[in-house]
């Protein structure tokens, strides 16, 4: 496996394209695609399922034979209202024109087919807090698992106020013992605000066999194949991430770090 922290590969076009070969997994997929007025993202996946979202600006999507029109509902993902996004099953092809500067991200996992495309929000999204003090954050949960709306894809995005911590208290999800614990591989895609700023994300074993504490800046993305994984926003920075989660089981179920299990009370 390549190191866990990914670098965008520019500014402009398909600046991420993390497949589950090139993780070291087996189910996750993301894509970052950073837009123009009148550039196109598009793409088709064979067996894999896709939750398209609007991170920001506008953009015209189709999905096989479904013309969902102009979608987004931010200039800037910190205007922090619930974004537009589209659920495409395997094997339909999909595009995005975008109308302004966009920032889509395309999340991917296996499939057995059989849905029909979907739009998914901003209608059906809300806003959720979680945590308290400085551990508050808030939430907008695209596809979890209160919604049937993908066969594996676990998809929301996160805001973290300057000086908090979040997927904190540190927290695992790598093992297939239901209803224990679920095995679901895990991507962050961060953004920064200012956007030279940085934010904090250890991911590591209770073992210590994996033990990574990144920085990552904006547009970086996080592997988390196992092992906790919190983050934390300094001082004077926002952090923001998408997380994309996905495994045999479309179900949410962890443990938190012995040593933090009082602060799960």
């Known amino acids: 496996m390549a190191g866990l922290l990914r670098k965008p590969r520019g500014t402009r076009g398909q600046v991420h394209a993390i497949s589950p070969a090139d993780a070291g997994w087996r189910h ?12 196109v993202a598009e793409g088709q996946l064979g067996g894999r399922e896709a939750i398209l979202v609007l991170v920001e600006g506008h953009a015209t999507v189709r999905a096989g034979d479904a013309d969902c029109g102009v979608m987004g509902t931010r200039a800037r993902v910190w205007e922090q209202v619930p974004p537009a996004s589209v659920y495409v099953p395997p094997g339909v ?55 049937d709306v993908a066969d594996s894809l676990l998809v929301t995005e996160v805001f973290t106020p300057a000086g908090h911590w979040s997927s904190y208290p540190p927290h695992r999800h790598d093992e297939d013992d239901f209803p224990r614990i679920t095995y679901l591989e895990e991507t962050y895609y961060h953004r920064l605000n200012p956007s030279d700023g940085f934010g904090i994300q250890r991911v590591f074993t209770e ?34 991430y998408l997380n994309v989660m996905a495994g045999p089981r479309r179900a949410w179920r962890f443990a938190t770090h012995p040593a933090f299990a009082h602060l799960s009370r």
């Open 207 to 240: 073992d210590l066999s994996l033990d990574e504490t990144m920085a990552p800046g904006d547009h970086d993305v996080v592997l988390v194949p196992r092992g906790h994984h919190p983050c934390a926003a300094p001082h004077g920075v926002e952090l923001y």
């Open 28 to 39: 996750v997929g993301f894509d970052l695609w950073r837009l123009g007025p009148g550039e």
């Open 93 to 147: 092809a999909w595009s995005a024109r975008a109308e302004d500067d966009c920032v889509l991200a395309v999340c991917t996992a296996p499939s057995p087919g059989g849905r029909p495309v979907q739009v998914l929000g901003p209608d059906g999204v809300g806003r959720e807090t979680r945590g308290q003090g400085t551990n508050t954050r808030y939430i907008h949960p695209i596809a979890m698992e209160d919604r």
